[in-house]
């Protein structure tokens, strides 16, 4: 049960991976014009994580963590940030931001299903609705072809899907996981261990080197608002949700994103907006609310077993 006076943070919470992750979008379609994915993606976590850190200890957390606890935040960091992030941005090398975002709306769905196959969980009819409204909503927006305008934009969408299965599983995953206790720490941990894996990755696919001093102006307000916000402000405050609410509520940003992407990838990059985009906008956001309605209906379970009442 959600603690009611830690309201404001997670008010505060939802804004940041609500807002702030749907500029990302646009920021990385930015950054990504001149540098490689991997390369861009393992920079920004890497030095994001110093910086997480560096906070950390002028704040006096401890930075101590266990074994299992490096374990886990290392497959955090694979999850969300080396293949779930990693391969977004480079699949925006083929889709548009409002696009890529769309795509991505429909992981609420995964999130879902995971929990009911994996764990068991009651999967409401009125949460279904939701899900529903949702897919409907994506259709309208990608059945236009001005969504899909780039010749390989069906490789961005595999990317983007195998990126979304990642992000789910990871979902349920930091929920359970035994994980350092300040979210803070959490989000640095993953940041050093995601971002290092990037660069890694960066190496494996012999990705050109690139000079931040040689970067163009774009690029570098681009990276720096990405470490700052993009990384530190909304991946803390999404590690924070994991840890206070369920991770289908948490995954409702999906639905959000995209509408904050397609607003500003019209705005600054002439990425088109038709009324058939309206619509659907509006329907994925009827969509956020049946998931997140704490409406009482009749549940479907997984698993018929007996479970303690709480």
Not at 20 to 41: C, H, M, Q, R
Not at 132 to 142: F, K, Q, R, T
Not at 160 to 170: L, R
Request: charged share 10%.
């Amino acid at each position: 049960m959600e603690n009611r006076s830690q309201a404001p943070l997670i008010f505060a919470a939802f804004f940041a991976i609500y807002v702030i992750w749907g500029s990302t979008y646009l920021l990385n379609k930015v950054a990504v014009d001149e540098l490689p994915p991997f390369l861009l993606a393992g920079i920004r976590f890497v030095i994001a994580g110093v910086l997480i850190f560096g906070i950390a200890a002028l704040m006096g957390k401890k930075l101590d963590i266990t074994r299992r606890q490096l374990l886990n935040t290392g497959l955090a960091g694979f999850l969300f940030l080396s293949f779930g992030n990693g391969m977004v941005v480079w699949a925006l090398k083929f889709v548009d931001t409002n696009f890529a975002a769309l795509i991505i709306a429909a992981q609420p769905l995964l999130v879902m299903l995971l929990m009911w196959l994996l764990q068991g969980h009651r999967l409401r009819p009125i949460s279904l609705v939701g899900v529903a409204l949702g897919i409907l909503g994506i259709y309208l927006l990608v059945s236009q072809d001005a969504t899909t305008r780039h010749p390989d934009a069906w490789i961005g969408i595999l990317m983007i899907f195998a990126a979304m299965v990642a992000w789910a599983y990871g979902s349920l995953f930091v929920g359970k996981a035994d994980l350092p206790g300040n979210s803070f720490v959490n989000t640095g941990y993953q940041m050093l261990m995601g971002g290092g894996m990037l660069l890694v990755m960066s190496l494996c696919f012999r990705e050109p080197l690139s000079n931040p001093l040689e970067w163009q102006a774009d690029t570098l307000w681009a990276m720096l608002l990405l470490i700052l916000f993009g990384s530190i402000v909304a991946f803390t405050a999404f590690n924070f949700l994991l840890k206070v609410v369920s991770p289908e509520k948490v995954s409702t940003n999906t639905y959000v994103n995209p509408i904050v992407a397609m607003l500003l990838g019209w705005y600054f990059l002439d990425e088109p907006i038709t009324l058939q985009s309206v619509v659907a906008a509006l329907v994925l956001l009827t969509g956020v609310y049946f998931i997140s309605t704490k409406h009482k209906t009749i549940s479907l379970r997984r698993f018929r077993r007996s479970r303690v009442a709480r």
